[in-house]
DNA sequence: CCGCTTAGTTAACGCCGTTAACCGAATTAA
DNA sequence: TTAATTCGGTTAACGGCGTTAACTAAGCGG
């Protein structure tokens, strides 16, 4: 009987629409408001019945989050097409930062909130390996080439420390920016100019001098 | 009478262990163990007592912030000694750095949590004006001094902007080293390397060519 | 038709922050 | 000296949270 595959296919639906209420809710009015009560009331089910579902509360943010590290790493799609390895590196940067202001309630549980997160638990079916490498791969491609490209000063081989110096810069940026916002005492540069800020800076640091690229940043009389 | 004062030191002595109870929880076991009850537990009072005290959770916590971020403001006391501009900025850094990695609990409630504060009641009365500007007015004096100095390249005059672009990049650092600490999936670099390394980028981005601060960086050959 | 699996419900537990009503000791006033 | 008042602290309770155990009922295979 194909009626076993129905009744799993709509199984698969009901864990789907909580994702959904989740990630609604979530989006909406921030972490708080996810509540295992809040996302049953809106699928019009009963709390456990998500238990039926998933393990527990940390298990379902934890999928939310796999699947939001998609959407993520998708948001990176054009930089890829972007030439110059500098200036994609730039470009990604930006882009970065561009994803943590338009989707704050994502990046910050993806990046801020730390979730005990025990790996091993994530399905490594997909493939490539958890999402989160795959964008940390991303990240590595487009600083490699940058490294290959041997237009960054030669003290500079070990790419694991460039890339999580990279990422800890636009991570500052980003967070900072979430984080404060409220903070209205200093008077905040538009967070773009710090981005900004911080890429030409972090560039001149890393290529070497009399780089082409750095001609693009300001006219130096 | 001075039995009027009295009572009144011992309410404030009340008020006090109620913050040190919550320190003390906050920091040895992190931010979910601050609860009123347990709180209440440990000074062998009702939790309903601290309501006598504070507002409710939110002005404790507020409370314990602006306490917290002296001890935050005191860590750069040996900075100042620091006679060279760029490199006192540099060893200020590490110093952020280090105070985020060695209380990281304290880290995370002053810089990574958001708290709706409302500023407005933060009592002025401190006079200089509230700690967490303090801390950033002594940003600004020490990227001040380095602007000051004329050391840096000559696009470079927005104080704000640098202040900002520096926080930014040594919050990266350190907030994404607490956040990340559990995932040993990547490769991860020894804190202070990064940070040495993203200082020595920003540095190099932000002084002249030339400057006598870069020769001690890394000879290159 | 019968027994089994299973999506979903009911009821409850122990936590949480917070409030209203109350208590009792110390201070003040008569 | 005694009555009134202040006020630090307690008791009891409310509504909300995540989670569990026990149960219900529908659909499946034999």
Redesign the interface.
């Given at each position: 009987m194909g009626s076993n595959e129905r009744r799993e296919r709509a199984k698969e639906e009901t864990r789907r629409r909580i994702l959904d209420a989740a990630r609604e809710l979530f989006a909406s009015e921030g972490a708080d408001a996810v509540t295992m009560r809040r996302i049953a009331e809106r699928i019009e089910y009963t709390p456990t019945a998500i238990y039926v579902h998933f393990k527990d509360k940390l298990a379902l943010l934890r999928e939310l989050m796999t699947s939001d590290l998609q959407v993520f790493a998708a948001h990176f799609a054009s930089v890829a097409a972007v030439e110059d390895p500098i200036e994609r590196m730039c470009t990604m940067g930006h882009a970065y930062v561009d994803f943590a202001l338009t989707h704050p309630n994502h990046y910050r549980l993806l990046?801020?909130?730390?979730l005990?997160?025990p790996?091993t638990e994530l399905t490594p079916a997909a493939g490539t390996g958890?999402p989160?490498?795959d964008a940390?791969t991303m990240l590595e491609l487009v600083v490699g080439a940058a490294l290959a490209s041997g237009r960054l000063?030669?003290?500079h081989t070990?790419l694991?420390?460039?890339c999580?110096?990279v990422?800890?810069?636009?991570?500052?940026?980003a967070?900072?920016?979430?984080?404060m916002?409220?903070?209205?005492?200093?008077?905040?540069?538009p967070v773009s100019?710090?981005t900004a800020?911080?890429l030409?800076?972090?560039?001149?640091?890393?290529v070497r001098?009399g780089d082409p690229y750095l001609s693009t940043l300001?006219a130096?009389?």
């Open positions: 990046f801020i909130t730390t005990p997160i790996k958890s989160e490498e940390y000063r030669p003290e070990d694991p420390l460039l999580q110096t990422w800890s810069c636009m991570h500052g940026v967070s900072l920016a979430i984080s916002r409220c903070h209205a005492e200093f008077e905040w540069r100019d710090i800020m911080t030409q800076c972090m560039v001149r640091g890393l001098d300001g130096h009389p």
